[in-house]
């Protein structure tokens, strides 16, 4: 008679399987992003064989043409990387079976799709929450977190710390330490306590993950609006000629356009999936530290910003934040491995870690009114 699964393996089990969606999708934006790059090639091809065209809108070709590559050399780092930490971490089990992008020999298809998720090229634009070695930092940290998840806490603890830091705060990396036994706890009654907060944070995750999944398919089709148009745009020119001078004004104008309507296209390569961006950011703890009203040690940054992730939006007492606190500190093996002491877990990281998010709950409903 087979055991009967508990309310958080219930809730690990949607979350996984919530992730795996995301996961797909992520793929598929990749082969859609793929096919956008390429059209948009062709269009840039067609325009560089044009004479006489105005400084000012040359140069602002120029800078598409420039964010285009950039995303490609993104996407072509993360494949990189990717698999120098595969090759790495080779007979560590550092990642489960079947967890989709996480595990598979990551291909340029999912890897365009992961750089256009986090919004990796160095656009210099505002809308663009992350650029550069950061970004990429963030995109590895997603398929490591969905290699965790699915792979039941194969990961080493110190590479989890790292996958907790990342979008959607990794929670379901939580989960799956809690589920491995990497978090000792003793005593039914907190081990009870322990695995209801992370069933909630699952829950959570899973909402946050059927979220992105509407946000990565809105993404996808405008991808697939855009490179139709950018395609009907390339056969245009063609008839146009190639000497500026030598156009009409109407030909002129809509050349104009096209040049603007590439600038529009690229932004869905380079703009990130909001719904998978951090729920905090190293942004957010430089502006708590600001007001002077907590200390924080470089070294316990990320653990701070990891456990804000891990903790957002849910509802905990006094005695609940002392209880996650033991369920870390306890575990020898897990400080050693993300380089913290028992000390670092003092009574007070968990306060920090408190107010952080409450300056943050601040901050979005103050932003939101």
């Given at each position: 008679?087979?055991?009967?699964?508990?309310?958080?393996?219930?809730?690990?089990?949607?979350?996984?399987?919530?992730?795996?969606?995301?996961?797909?999708?992520?793929?598929?934006?990749?082969?859609?992003?793929?096919?956008?790059?390429?059209?948009?090639?062709?269009?840039?091809?067609?325009?560089?064989?044009?004479?006489?065209?105005?400084?000012?809108?040359?140069?602002?070709?120029?800078?598409?043409?420039?964010?285009?590559?950039?995303?490609?050399?993104?996407?072509?780092?993360?494949?990189?990387?990717?698999?120098?930490?595969?090759?790495?971490?080779?007979?560590?089990?550092?990642?489960?079976?079947?967890?989709?992008?996480?595990?598979?020999?990551?291909?340029?298809?999912?890897?365009?799709?992961?750089?256009?998720?986090?919004?990796?090229?160095?656009?210099?634009?505002?809308?663009?929450?992350?650029?550069?070695?950061?970004?990429?930092?963030?995109?590895?940290?997603?398929?490591?977190?969905?290699?965790?998840?699915?792979?039941?806490?194969?990961?080493?603890?110190?590479?989890?710390?790292?996958?907790?830091?990342?979008?959607?705060?990794?929670?379901?990396?939580?989960v799956a330490l809690l589920g491995s036994g990497a978090l000792l706890i003793k005593g039914k009654k907190d081990k009870s306590r322990l695995?209801?907060?992370?069933?909630?944070?699952?829950?959570?995750?899973?909402?946050?993950?059927?979220?992105?999944?509407?946000?990565?398919?809105?993404?996808?089709?405008?991808?697939?609006?855009?490179?139709?148009?950018?395609?009907?745009?390339?056969?245009?020119?063609?008839?146009?000629?190639?000497?500026?001078?030598?156009?009409?004004?109407?030909?002129?104008?809509?050349?104009?356009?096209?040049?603007?309507?590439?600038?529009?296209?690229?932004?869905?390569?380079?703009?990130?999936?909001?719904?998978?961006?951090?729920?905090?950011?190293?942004?957010?703890?430089?502006?708590?530290?600001?007001?002077?009203?907590?200390?924080?040690?470089?070294?316990?940054?990320?653990?701070?910003?990891?456990?804000?992730?891990?903790?957002?939006?849910?509802?905990?007492?006094?005695?609940?934040?002392?209880?996650?606190?033991?369920?870390?500190?306890?575990?020898?093996?897990?400080?050693?491995?993300?380089?913290?002491?028992?000390?670092?877990?003092?009574?007070?990281?968990?306060?920090?870690?408190?107010?952080?998010?409450?300056?943050?709950?601040?901050?979005?409903?103050?932003?939101?009114?």
């Amino acid at each position: 008679m087979s055991k009967k699964e508990t309310k958080l393996e219930k809730a690990r089990k949607l979350a996984e399987e919530a992730l795996d969606r995301t996961n797909e999708r992520i793929e598929e934006l990749g082969d859609h992003s793929g096919h956008l790059y390429e059209s948009l090639g062709v269009m840039q091809d067609r325009f560089d064989l044009i004479r006489n065209v105005p400084e000012e809108k040359r140069m602002e070709f120029e800078r598409a043409k420039k964010i285009r590559l950039e995303w490609k050399q993104q996407a072509e780092k993360i494949e990189s990387d990717y698999a120098t930490a595969q090759a790495k971490n080779a007979g560590k089990g550092a990642a489960g079976a079947g967890a989709g992008v996480a595990v598979a020999a990551l291909g340029p298809t999912a890897a365009m799709g992961v750089a256009t998720t986090f919004g990796v090229a160095s656009t210099g634009t505002a809308i663009s929450a992350l650029s550069g070695a950061a970004a990429t930092n963030a995109a590895l940290a997603w398929l490591g977190g969905g290699a965790l998840a699915a792979g039941g806490g194969g990961m080493a603890a110190g590479e989890a710390l790292l996958a907790l830091s990342g979008p959607v705060g990794w929670a379901i990396a939580g989960v799956a330490l809690l589920g491995s036994g990497a978090l000792l706890i003793k005593g039914k009654k907190d081990k009870s306590r322990l695995e209801d907060i992370f069933t909630l944070i699952s829950k959570r995750d899973t909402k946050s993950y059927e979220l992105a999944i509407v946000e990565l398919n809105e993404r996808i089709r405008r991808i697939d609006d855009e490179a139709f148009r950018i395609d009907d745009a390339a056969e245009r020119i063609v008839s146009f000629g190639l000497d500026y001078g030598s156009m009409s004004e109407g030909q002129q104008y809509e050349l104009g356009s096209y040049v603007n309507l590439m600038n529009a296209s690229i932004q869905l390569l380079v703009n990130p999936i909001l719904g998978l961006q951090p729920k905090y950011s190293e942004s957010d703890l430089d502006e708590l530290i600001s007001h002077g009203t907590v200390e924080v040690e470089q070294k316990t940054r990320p653990l701070i910003i990891s456990l804000c992730n891990l903790l957002f939006k849910i509802d905990l007492s006094d005695a609940d934040r002392k209880l996650i606190r033991k369920a870390f500190k306890g575990n020898k093996e897990f400080l050693e491995q993300v380089g913290l002491k028992k000390r670092d877990f003092s009574g007070s990281i968990m306060d920090v870690v408190n107010q952080a998010l409450l300056r943050k709950y601040w901050t979005l409903e103050n932003a939101n009114s």
